[in-house]
């Protein structure tokens, strides 16, 4: 495969590999770094990824690995996980106020999960990956990945009732 075709292969979800990367490992330059580290085994692997079913699953493997073993040599201090790509050009500042406020309880509450619940609802509810794609990214059966985050999105639901309730977590 030459440099065009790899790049043609990469390009479309280069941006996942990045938001990965840097939902695991909070800082953009490590980010940056692990998004850059990843492409170059890609490219190292470049004869043998036509034997993979799914590059892009291989790709965010290789991504979740890197930011986790990076994560262990400390490097990194800590897992937060952020997802603001949410814009509601036409709402009122009220209403920005109170989903900005919901969306920062509902990261507080993510951050307060064990890594791998993090790790999943990342691919699955933000990375909007599939069940089969997400099982060959953390090695886990369809059945394990989706108990896990209905029992996940549970314990957000019940975190913020208790919130919106009583004002407390």
Sequence with gaps: MNQYDFVQIINPFR????????????STEEAEDATQEVLVKLWNKNNSLNKYNSIEALAMKITKNYCLDQLKSKRASNL???HNNYKDQQSTAEQKTEVNDCLQWVEKIINQLPEQQQILIQLRDVEQYEYAEIAQIVK????AIRT??????????EKMQQKNNHGII
């Design 80 to 82: 937060p996980i952020t």
């Design 15 to 26: 941006d996942k590999l990045f938001r990965l990367a840097k939902r695991l490992l909070v």
């Design 140 to 143: 886990m059966t369809e059945s």
């Design 148 to 157: 896990t985050l209905s029992r996940t999105r549970k314990t957000i639901r």
